[in-house]
């Protein structure tokens, strides 16, 4: 590439940024410039950004640009002079101009250079007759000359417009060009980089932009970040130092006492010196030390500052107006609503709210498909709008703002809502609920069924919507980000999305737990709320532990089980528990200890080790301990499958080996409600400690995972029946001693034979049955419930 090709190619980066920012702004302008068309300000601004792109357009040789934005001020100054309304036909063409104006910019084979050419003098000529058209007093404005290297740009402008474009870029003219107001903060890149000397003072109150890679940026938060935490340590070190203090005072005192001793007695003059030097070493020593704190508090102080000084500096060099993420939003809420034959504007407050660049990118998908929801489920056609007292133009309001160290969103529409009944429909129909359970249900409880996978509310699917994406894609990003949705709505009155995510990923407030004796975090975002629970609030139902959490049963978990460790909760009487929430799921995740609330900054691990299951990062404590962030959304999947599996382990088993002294436990398997209650409840009344499970399966999984001193079980039974329990149980090498009593319907001769023969110990007919000759046989296998 020679080097005029390389002073293109760079001229041409330059004017694609200048392009990038002029567009926004005309994007911006134009919306407000559909609703009041004679607003002067943004016809000013549009205007001038108009008038920089045909400049800049002039400089890099691109013609096409030139004429496209010359037919567009042409338009603006036609309004600004009364000379011309601005219509909807009008923002289309000057819209389809500055998105043309953007692919320009960007560079293109021969084939698609004709193709670009042609589309450009189509939209030249539609842009001139909407220009007539809406002001027939005037004649056709005539273009500019074409900028080619054999024939430059004529001296002599031809306008007052052409004038000012050729002394913004001319440095003779330098001095004019002052009067003119920066339009964008990319003004001048072109100018500096032709070599032009800007005007005196151009850059005035404006700090230079230097364009850093992420991956620097990334890496310069990484390190600060780190620092923060290893300079944490100080703290440690400096009761460490304390504690030194304390036994050296300890130490002086004691010397002390042992001089007065030894002066009462007849001690060697040479031993009482030496005592007397040793004396005097350890104050020197103390003194030294004394001054030594001093001087590490001041250090540790100054550092500390200084440390969380360059991190926050780090943090705030990622984070980026909350604007960043809307670009072009309000434009496709508006070609949206058009295609859609409706009127809608998106309203923005709290453009400037800060929030780092990671979370914005992430946002922008979620953000998306909400605006797009609201604009074809929500808003109205103008007509129903209007017969309803509602303005037939409908409105979207998103307002963003810090609350409680996170970024709190709010989407509101003044569309219609959610029709519920045709929600309650559309439930049944695709077979989520029974219509008797879907009629009882709360307003929460049904707009929830809008954020699972494949629903949608639409019979048919358009380009816009009825595949059922969208609310669910939102909650599963909004998850991701360690955040939450919800929604609410207003029949007649429109619906609200409430979005909570933190406002960076590179630090999360975290509650640190105590697992397998190692420390663990989980987000605070996806935790509901922290209890402790005792022994007695946990129900055995179904092979499964429950308890009680408002107005429902919450299945419980062994946090060390799931993460393959060995509980450690010693022998503390009640059991800490973390109530996770995934979307509609909620669980119970019992740990051995709260640790506390921690502000953790996230540390990626290594890409070697692939995706580490129920894992999504690491972090440095504040004394420099490693501990894991716990993935909860992986966490509850795998919650998912162990409870899928039926293999168990009992949360609150140290408690009951503890108490295994006191009462014999009993295993009661019956695939009878009835029976399977009326036996639990004369044994419990008897002092036996009793679990149940529903059939032969259940039976043998908790076998498997708990311990027993009986297990009484009927026989005939889905998927696994009750000989074959037995006959499981006896070729068990840890189970083949366990008393085994056989409960059945069944009281043939042959009945009883047969179980017998599999390996019961005793064979009790249920046609017999009364509560005596069960706890009999009981007491007779195992004897009284106390040991």
């Known amino acids: 590439m020679t080097p005029d090709q390389m002073r293109d190619a760079s ?64 338009i603006f100054v036609a309004a600004q002079e009364g000379l011309l309304t601005l219509a909807s036909e009008h923002i289309d063409g000057l819209l389809q101009g500055a998105d043309m104006l953007m692919q320009i910019a960007t560079p293109v084979s021969e084939a698609a250079a004709e193709q670009q050419a042609q589309a450009v003098s189509a939209l030249v000529a539609r842009l001139q007759t909407l220009f007539v058209q809406g002001s027939p007093g005037l004649a056709m404005p005539t273009q500019p000359a074409a900028a080619t290297d054999s024939e430059p740009p004529s001296v002599e402008p031809k306008s007052e417009r052409d004038a000012l474009d050729f002394t913004a870029h001319t440095p003779a003219q330098a001095k004019t060009a002052e009067s003119l107001p920066a339009s964008a903060p990319v003004q001048s890149t072109l100018a500096e980089a032709t070599g032009e000397a800007p005007a005196e003072g151009a850059e005035t109150g404006r700090g230079r932009v230097l364009r850093v890679s992420s991956a620097r940026l990334d890496h310069l938060l990484d390190m600060s970040g780190k620092s923060l935490v290893e300079f944490q340590q100080t703290t440690a070190l400096s009761q460490s130092l304390m504690r030194l203090k304390r036994t050296q005072a300890a130490a002086s005192k004691t010397l002390d006492n042992l001089r007065e001793s030894t002066q009462q007695s007849d001690l060697d003059p040479a031993a009482l010196a030496l005592l007397g030097e040793v004396r005097k070493l350890l104050g020197d020593s103390q003194q030294m030390l004394a001054e030594h704190m001093e001087a590490f508090d001041d250090f540790a102080w100054q550092g500390s500052r200084r440390t969380q000084q360059l991190y926050d500096a780090a943090l705030e060099s990622r984070m980026r107006p909350f604007a960043d993420v809307l670009k072009g939003q309000a434009r496709m809420v508006r070609d949206l609503g058009r295609s859609l034959g409706k009127q809608v504007r998106l309203d923005i407050e709290g453009e400037s709210t800060q929030v780092d660049r990671d979370v914005l990118e992430r946002l922008e998908a979620p953000l998306t498909h909400l605006l797009r929801n609201a604009v074809d489920h929500g808003i109205e056609d ?31 529409d003044d569309g219609a809502g959610v029709d519920l009944q045709r929600l309650r429909t559309a439930i049944v129909a695709r077979k989520l609920a029974p219509q008797d359970a ?17 629903f949608s509310m639409r ?69 509901e709320r922290m209890i402790r629970l005792q022994p007695e609030d946990i129900v055995q139902l179904e092979g499964r532990q429950h308890f009680w959490y408002e107005n429902r049963h919450v299945s419980l978990v062994s946090a060390s089980q799931l993460l393959q460790k060995t509980d450690k909760r010693g022998e503390q009487t009640d059991i800490a528990v973390v109530i996770l929430s995934d979307r509609e799921q909620v669980y119970g995740l019992a740990v051995e200890r709260f640790i506390g609330e921690r502000t953790l900054v996230v540390m990626p691990l290594d890409r070697r080790l692939g995706k580490v299951r129920d894992v999504s990062a690491g972090a440095l404590l504040d004394d420099g301990t490693p501990v894991l962030i716990l993935d909860v959304e992986d966490l509850c999947s ?63 999984n908790a076998l498997r995972a708990e311990s027993f001193d009986l297990l009484i079980t009927d026989i005939d039974m889905p998927r696994m029946d009750g000989i074959e329990l037995v006959g499981l149980v006896r070729r068990d090498s840890r189970l083949q001693s366990l008393p085994v009593m056989v409960v059945s319907y ?42």
Request: charged content about 25%; hydrophobic content about 45%; aromatic content about 4%.
């Open 382 to 412: 103008p007509q129903v709008r209007i017969n309803q007292g509602k303005p037939a133009e409908g409105r979207l309001l998103l307002r963003a703002r810090h609350h409680a160290g996170m970024l709190a969103l709010e989407l509101h």
């Open 459 to 527: 019979e048919s699917v358009t380009e816009v919507s009825g595949r059922g994406v969208g609310l669910d894609a939102v909650m599963h990003e909004v998850r991701q980000l360690r955040g939450g949705v919800r929604m609410q709505q207003v029949v007649g009155g429109g619906s609200r999305f409430f979005i909570e995510v933190p406002l960076t990923l590179s630090v999360v407030r975290s509650l640190v737990v105590e697992i397998g004796g190692e420390a663990y975090a989980i987000a605070l975002a996806h935790i």
């Open 638 to 700: 795998s919650i998912g499958k162990l409870l899928g599996s039926g293999s168990l382990q009992r949360v609150d088993r140290r408690e009951r080996q503890a108490g295994a002294a006191a009462r014999k436990r009993v295993l009661v398997v019956d695939d009878s409600l009835t029976v399977r209650e009326l036996e639990r409840k004369l044994l419990l009344a008897r002092g036996y400690d009793v679990a149940v499970a529903v059939d032969g399966m259940d039976g043998w």
């Open 438 to 454: 879907v009629e009882r249900m709360s307003e929460d409880e049904l707009l929830a069924f809008l954020f699972l996978p494949g």
């Open 11 to 74: 001229l041409l980066e330059l004017f694609k940024l200048e392009a990038e920012a002029q567009t926004q702004l005309l994007g911006a302008g134009l919306l407000v410039l559909e609703r009041e068309p004679q607003h002067a300000g943004q016809l000013e601004a549009c205007m001038r950004a108009a008038h920089s792109l045909k400049g800049a357009a002039r400089i890099v040789g691109l013609d096409p640009g030139v004429k496209i934005a010359h037919a567009m001020e042409d």
């Open 746 to 787: 069944k009281d043939r001769a042959e009945d009883r034979q047969r179980g017998l023969d599999a390996g019961a110990d005793y064979y009790l007919a249920k046609a017999s049955f009364h509560d005596e000759a069960l706890l009999d046989a009981v007491q007779l296998l195992i004897g009284d419930a106390s040991q």
